[in-house]
């Protein structure tokens, strides 16, 4: 992320936390709102009991104000744009000026009012996914309350009695509301103990959250499809895609801490370069030490929470993305045949005398596609992209960057830029002689003393029926 992306929470959160009169304190906090996709720098609680601050990814955390002992929110859901890579912006519907929503942050204990205010088009509520409160406070419309009205606000008010990590959407007209963007992420952070610790969960240098979510969005267009099930053409985190994605920047032996959900509807499995980490939480709790076993990559089921921890000490530019290899890529239709070894030469030049721009996708691989600044609609993501220090990254999508250096300095989340290889520790091209390709000759086939036959070579041809037989074949 880069410093011009940084603002003040210190500025807002002093105005909340100051002494207000008894009157205002009787009416709404004032809401924050937030105009820029931008990663916000942690924000540390100006009163309450102390914690470590989370960062969240391209997001940031919502001010509150303390009264009378009460941790006091106000969440405005509304439509908002967001950017989800520069260049291109979505209409979505979200809260405070973004999708996702801000980040909550409260601890163990705490007491927690959050008002809500419906600026949609349509009756919303909130389900706090995870969370032990009063039934009536679960926020599943029609079940737990009524829904909240357009232009009404409601409150919600429980004790945050579960350290962990948890989500916040609507449980009203879900299937709309989840698939524009609405959403956000919850922190409980942990009561500690004299010492300042908690038996299953650790103190951290850093700690990264972001919710998975996925759209669908004509290239071209700017609202996703609501009716879409499984046929999702962005992969996003918090509701960006790559190269929009910011970077995961720390110092080297720090112990991170990353948090992820899964709003989506399919699994994530997500894969960290360079390092073996443990999932030390779920949206159930700390999982017991007894449980925890290393991985690099980590299932995110659709609804679930993780919560991975490692030692950042291997230096370098590490790739951080979910594994299925189409999740890493970016609007495009779906309706492109596989053109692998198919030879144009002959067939293109007839084509482009008929059609000057026609051009074949994927003859040698989807490799192109990075390379070649093809031409897209307005207000469209390139499918695959992003210019590393050797190249083409060739990704889309879920797909960010652990960036751990020496010198980041504690604090610091600013991107260090790309990590300069030492000399001798990159691959290299060979330039000395090859050998002979030296390839096994088959069996001889059928000889009289083989007692099987062998195999010989074998090439799949679709026949079609003959014109003249066809499905007349079937009399
Ligand atoms: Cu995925």
């Known amino acids: 992320m880069k410093r011009r992306d940084f603002f003040s929470h210190a500025a807002i959160t002093a105005v909340a936390a ?3 009169s008894k009157v205002a304190m009787a009416a709404l906090p004032e809401p924050s709102f937030m105009s820029h996709a931008g990663t916000a720098a942690p924000l540390s609680p100006a009163n309450g009991l102390p914690y470590h601050p989370v960062v969240t990814l391209n997001g940031w955390t919502l001010p509150w104000r303390m009264n009378q002992g009460v941790k006091e929110f106000h969440l405005v859901a509304e439509p908002v744009v967001r950017e989800m890579t520069p260049g291109f912006k979505a209409h979505m519907w979200g809260y405070n000026g973004q999708s996702p929503g801000p980040t909550i942050e409260v601890v163990e204990g705490d007491r927690v009012r959050i008002f809500v205010t419906n600026k949609l088009p349509e009756h919303t509520s909130v389900h706090w996914h995870g969370q032990r409160l009063p039934n009536g406070m679960d926020g599943v419309s029609g079940l737990n309350q009524s829904a909240i009205p357009v232009g009404k606000t409601f409150v919600y008010e429980f004790e ?5 990590t948890f989500m916040y959407h609507p449980h009203a007209d879900e299937m709309t509301q989840m698939a524009m963007g609405m959403m956000g992420f919850w922190v409980t952070h942990p009561k500690l103990d004299k010492a ?3 038996p299953l969960i650790d103190t951290v240098d850093r700690d990264f959250v972001f919710l998975l979510s996925a759209y669908d969005i004509e290239p071209g267009s700017a609202t996703p499809k609501i009716m879409t099930m499984l046929d999702f053409n962005l992969w996003s985190w918090n509701s960006r895609i790559f190269p929009g994605i910011d970077t995961l920047n720390v110092r080297k032996n720090d112990k991170v ?7 989506t509807m399919t699994n ?3 894969h960290l370069h360079g390092h073996e980490f443990t999932v030390t939480g779920t949206d159930g709790g700390p999982v017991p030490n007894v449980a925890r076993w290393p991985e690099v990559t980590t299932d995110v089921a659709v609804g679930q929470m993780r919560q991975v921890e490692f030692l950042a000490d291997e230096e370098g530019d590490w790739a951080f993305h979910c594994h299925k290899s189409h999740h890493t890529m970016n609007a495009m239709g779906h309706n492109v045949p596989t053109m692998i070894g198919v030879d144009h030469r002959g067939l293109i030049k007839k084509l482009q005398q008929a059609s000057p721009d026609y051009m074949v996708m994927g003859e040698r691989g989807m490799a192109d596609m990075g390379q070649m600044e093809m031409p897209i609609p307005e207000n469209t993501a390139p499918m695959m992209t992003g210019k590393g220090p050797y190249g083409g990254i060739e990704m889309g999508g879920m797909f960010s960057l652990l960036k751990v250096r020496h010198d980041q300095q504690p604090g610091d989340y600013k991107d ?17 002689t ?8 088959p069996p001889p086939s059928n000889t009289a003393s083989s007692a099987t036959p062998a195999p010989t070579d074998a090439e799949v041809r679709v026949r079609k029926p003959a014109a003249s037989g066809g499905h007349g074949g079937h009399r």
Do not use: D, F
């Open 160 to 164: 945050a009695r579960r350290p962990g």
């Open 196 to 198: 300042g610790k908690h």
């Open 268 to 270: 994530h499995p997500i």
């Open 434 to 441: 090859l050998p002979k390709h030296a390839r096994p000759t």
């Open 18 to 20: 100051a002494s207000v």
């Open 416 to 432: 260090p830029g790309w990590y300069p290889q030492p000399p001798g520790t990159q691959a290299y091209e060979w330039t000395g």
């Open 257 to 263: 801490r990353i948090r992820v959900g899964n709003l």
